[in-house]
C-alpha cells in the first residue's frame, strides 16, 4: 500500500523499546521518477522508520547522548535524473534491536534538503547514519516534492549477538 | 596491593563477523550483584583504573565457526566476575593502563600487558558490541 502524505502527517516520536545498541546492517533502496525537475538539481532523499495509521506517520525513535533521534537516515546529495526519469537512490543504515519483534513501515521523502537544519546520529564512527534529530525533522526539507508511506517494510526481531562467547580460561603466567 | 601476572584466552563462536574485522576483546574484572556488575578499580598516577585489558585482533574464521584469542594482564590473586566483551576495534578505546605506562599506538614500545582502564571508556564499549558474557566466580592465584 502506498500514500501520498503531507509533511505535516508526521506525528509526535512515538517511544519505543528498540535500542541504539546492538544492530544489523540494513539497506534500503528508494525508487523515485523525476517528473518536472531540472536534470541534475540537487536533492535530499530521506527514509524514516515508524508506523503508519491513515495518513499520520510516528517514527520509531532512541535516546542518544541527551538528543531524542528518529530511526532512518537521509543523504542531501542525490542528483535528479531528467525530467520523466527514473532513478533508484540507496540508503545505508541500520536496524535498531527491538525488545520484541515489531513489523516496522516507512515514510520515505524525496525533496530539497535544507542543510543548516539537519541533525544525525551516526553510529558507526562515519560509516552510516542511524538516526536523525527529532526536533529537525520538520525543517530538514525546505520543499518536498514527494513524500510517500510504506507498509511492512521490515520485520524485526530481537537481535542475535554478531559472536557468541563460549568459554574462558585463565591461569597465573 | 601485589599482583599476579595472568594469561588466559576465550573461546568465541563468530555468527555474523566478516573475516578480517578488526575486533577488541576486552575483559573487565569485578562482581556481579544481581544484574548489575561492579568493576574493581586501582589507582595509578593520581587516576582511578579500572581492572581491565584488552587485546586486539581480527577474525580468521568464517561465519559458524569458532576462534580463540589470547590475553595477558596482571592481577591481584582473588575471585572474580569477569565481563567478556568483543567489540569493533577503534583508537578511541585505546586509554588503557599497562605495565609500561598508559597505551600508546605510535609508540609499540608501550603497549604491553594492559591492566587497566578509564571509566568512560567502559561506557562506551558496553554500547555497541558484538557480543558480551559475564563468567562468575573465576579464581586467580
Known amino acids: 500500500m502506498i500514500e501520498i ?31 518536472k525537475l531540472s536534470a541534475g538539481l540537487l536533492v535530499g532523499v530521506a527514509v524514516l522508520f515508524g508506523t503508519l495509521e491513515g495518513e499520520t506517520f510516528t517514527p520509531l525513535g532512541f535516546e542518544h547522548e541527551g538528543y531524542t533521534y528518529a530511526w532512518g537516515v537521509v543523504t542531501p546529495t542525490e542528483t535528479a535524473p531528467s525530467a520523466g526519469s527514473t532513478k533508484t537512490t540507496t540508503l545505508l543504515t541500520y536496524a535498531l534491536n527491538p525488545s520484541s519483534p515489531i513489523s516496522v513501515d516507512a515514510l520515505v521523502t524525496v525533496g530539497k534538503f535544507s542543510y543548516c537544519s539537519a541533525r544525525s546520529f551516526d553510529y558507526g564512527y562515519g560509516e552510516r547514519m542511524v538516526g536523525i534529530r527529532i526536533d529537525t525533522l520538520e525543517t530538514m526539507f525546505s520543499e518536498i516534492y514527494v513524500q510517500a508511506g510504506f507498509q511492512d517494510v521490515i520485520a524485526l526481531s530481537p537481535m542475535r549477538p554478531a559472536v557468541e562467547i563460549q568459554s574462558l580460561n585463565i591461569s597465573i603466567g | 596491593m601485589a599482583v599476579l601476572p595472568v594469561r588466559g584466552e576465550v573461546l568465541w563462536k563468530n555468527l555474523k563477523l566478516d573475516l578480517n574485522y578488526n575486533f577488541a576483546l576486552y575483559l573487565i574484572f569485578g562482581r556481579l550483584v544481581g544484574n548489575e556488575f561492579y568493576p574493581k578499580t586501582f589507582t ?32 591481584p590473586s582473588g575471585t572474580y566476575d569477569v565481563m567478556v566483551i568483543i567489540r569493533k576495534y577503534t583508537e578511541d578505546t585505546d586509554i588503557v593502563w599497562t605495565d609500561l605506562g598508559y597505551m600508546s599506538c605510535e609508540d609499540p614500545s608501550k603497549c604491553w600487558r594492559c591492566m587497566g582502564m578509564k571509566p568512560e571508556v567502559l561506557e562506551k564499549i558496553c554500547t555497541g558490541y558484538d557480543g558480551m558474557r559475564i563468567f562468575t566466580g573465576v579464581r586467580v592465584g
Request: aromatic share 12%.
Open chain 2, 44 to 75: 595509578a598516577d593520581g587516576q582511578t583504573w579500572i581492572r581491565a585489558t584488552q587485546w586486539t585482533d581480527t577474525v580468521d574464521v568464517p561465519k559458524g565457526s569458532t576462534q580463540t584469542t589470547r590475553f595477558i594482564t596482571y592481577l
Open chain 1, 5 to 35: 502524505l503531507e509533511f505535516s502527517g508526521i506525528n509526535e516520536l512515538r517511544p519505543v523499546a528498540v535500542s541504539a545498541e546492538g544492530f544489523d546492517p540494513l539497506t534500503c533502496g528508494v525508487g523515485w521518477r523525476n517528473n
